[in-house]
């Protein structure tokens, strides 16, 4: 497990030197780095056989892509009363979306490799026409909200476990990372931050009632994919174990997790 956490490391630092840029730290908080999901690529790339470097290299601009996604995500829409310096930092925040957007093209421009360039910008048409369908609310039930959201949470994994052939994975990734995304937004609604998903859900036709009855429909599905990735673990082969090691010391430390175990006790 040590080495494996030294690799996370590692790939951390080498995407933070790819992302640096002195202007933009001025203005804007340094991106967050998902390790859950540099956790699943090293894991699938590991498993592949691709040169190391090779390995590391798609790692770092597939994180790009995934910096980039969320940093557009953060852009404020509410313009009606925004003051100058908010004007700027929703400015900046754009470019700097398309900042991480530019540098994984030129990553794999330099590498020549227009195979996962098709594959990185295929998953960003889907994810963004995903995110659209979420966010104008074409989906019937709550359920098909929940499975368009682990798809966009999970697509690029997916789709760069496809391209190395190695997709056995997946099903793991998408239900690990929905649970994930849901236990932030639900932290940052506790917190009173911003939380675009569960604001989302009080406006939605599917939550009627109040912030508490949105907190408990998230709560619901953490609970219901953790089970679901608990379940699944147990089916990984040994070269697996660092995963599994990993996925379940975050699961027995998850709130969610033990409050609705307790409760069905």
């Given at each position: 497990?040590k ?24 203005f ?40 980039a ?37 030129y ?22 026409e ?9 989906f ?33 990734a ?22 675009p ?33 608990e ?19 975050h ?15």
């Amino acid at each position: 497990m040590k080495q494996n956490d030294l690799n996370i490391y590692e790939l951390k630092t080498s995407i933070e030197q790819e992302i640096r840029h002195p202007y933009l730290a001025k203005f804007l908080p340094n991106p967050v780095i998902s390790e859950d999901k540099l956790m699943f690529l090293s894991t699938v790339l590991n498993d592949s056989d691709l040169p190391i470097e090779k390995q590391k290299n798609y790692i770092i601009t597939t994180m790009l892509v995934q910096i980039a996604l969320d940093t557009h995500e953060l852009v404020t829409l509410n313009i009606d009363k925004e003051d100058n310096l908010s004007k700027k930092n929703r400015q900046l925040t754009v470019l700097a979306g398309d900042y991480y957007s530019g540098l994984y093209y030129y990553l794999l421009s330099k590498l020549e490799d227009l195979p996962m360039i098709r594959t990185l910008a295929s998953a960003i048409k889907e994810i963004n026409e995903l995110k659209m369908r979420i966010y104008t609310q074409e989906f019937a039930s709550m359920d098909q909200v929940m499975e368009g959201l682990k798809q966009v949470e999970s697509l690029l994994i997916q789709r760069v476990a496809e391209f190395v052939n190695k997709p056995g994975m997946n099903d793991v990734a998408a239900d690990w990372l929905l649970a994930m995304r849901l236990q932030i937004e639900n932290n940052r609604y506790r917190d009173r931050e911003n939380a675009p998903l569960l604001e989302l859900l009080l406006k939605s036709r599917f939550v009627h009632q109040s912030g508490g009855q949105a907190i408990r429909t998230i709560e619901k599905f953490v609970h219901k994919h953790l089970l679901l990735v608990e379940e699944s673990i147990t089916q990984l082969p040994q070269r697996f174990e660092a995963l599994k090691q990993y996925l379940q010391k975050h699961i027995y430390n998850s709130v969610y997790f033990n409050q609705h175990a307790v409760e069905e006790g």
